[in-house]
């Protein structure tokens, strides 16, 4: 009988110590799949830097790098300005960008001088700001000012129109030599871009906001005298607000 007590410990003894053996290899393995995680961030890259290498390299530029495509039709005037776009996003902001031919897309992304990780949305931001139509000084301000927005809407969300009608509330927008737009972001310190039938607003959130209730009042039909009207009104308790 104590020769088979004997057996029967050594039996416990060595199953618990396979088990064991399985759990410590599994418990290894969600520990590196954790670190490649975590090295997303900035912080994670320096402890997963001891581990597999490979992996987290490829995780940390994915992570740090804006892709926007151009349009067709901005293509010329992506060539002409490219030294304006490029002058300010690798000297003041200190990112890394290039145009690839092949996915007709502009990539940015962060360079070891780059002080600060927000530069990297803020140069997106400036680019599809001139991809979208505005001039680049305007554009220039999203990198200078902070609070400033990006708003696009189509006609058709305010009011469906088709064919000649849709033309003529395009012509109401623009205004004769594009006086109304003028007056518009004049009053409201913004800027706007009328592409067909997508209308592209760039200013802060308030001032967005009124320029976007005077353009709807255009396309619902509204008189631009009236229009004008109503924004002095609101332009001046703003600034007497301020």
């Known amino acids: ?5 004997v057996e029967n410990i050594q039996v416990d003894k060595f199953v618990p110590a396979k088990k064991a053996q399985k759990r410590s ?7 590196v ?12 890259a320096e402890r997963a830097s001891s581990s597999g290498q490979a992996p987290p390299r490829a995780k940390r530029i994915r992570s740090e790098l804006r892709k926007v495509s151009v349009p067709p039709h901005r293509y010329s005037s992506l060539k002409e300005h490219w030294m304006k776009i490029f002058t300010p996003v690798v000297e003041h902001m200190k990112l890394q960008i290039r145009f690839n031919m092949k996915a007709r897309q502009v990539e940015l992304r962060i360079g070891p001088e780059t002080p600060d990780i927000s530069n990297l949305q803020k140069g997106a931001d400036f680019v599809k700001a001139f ?10 301000a999203l990198l200078r000012l902070e609070d400033l927005f990006i708003e696009t809407f189509e006609i058709k969300d305010v009011k469906t129109l088709r064919g000649d009608h849709q033309s003529r509330a395009i012509g109401r927008l623009a205004g ?4 109304t737009k003028f007056t518009i972001e004049n009053v409201t310190k913004t800027r706007i871009v009328l592409a067909d039938s997508k209308i592209h607003i760039l200013g802060s959130y308030q001032n967005i906001q009124l320029a976007r209730r005077a353009i709807c009042n255009l396309i619902l ?5 009236k229009v004008y009207g109503n924004l002095r009104a609101v332009a001046s308790r703003l600034s007497e607000r301020m």
């Open 221 to 225: 039909g509204s008189p631009p005298s």
């Open 33 to 44: 799949e954790m670190l490649v995680d975590a090295a997303t961030g900035i912080e994670g």
């Open 176 to 179: 004769k030599g594009g006086r």
């Open 25 to 31: 290899a599994h418990a290894n393995t969600d520990d």
């Open 131 to 140: 991809l979208c139509g505005f001039e680049v000084d305007d554009a220039l």
């Open 1 to 5: 009988m104590p020769e088979m007590e």
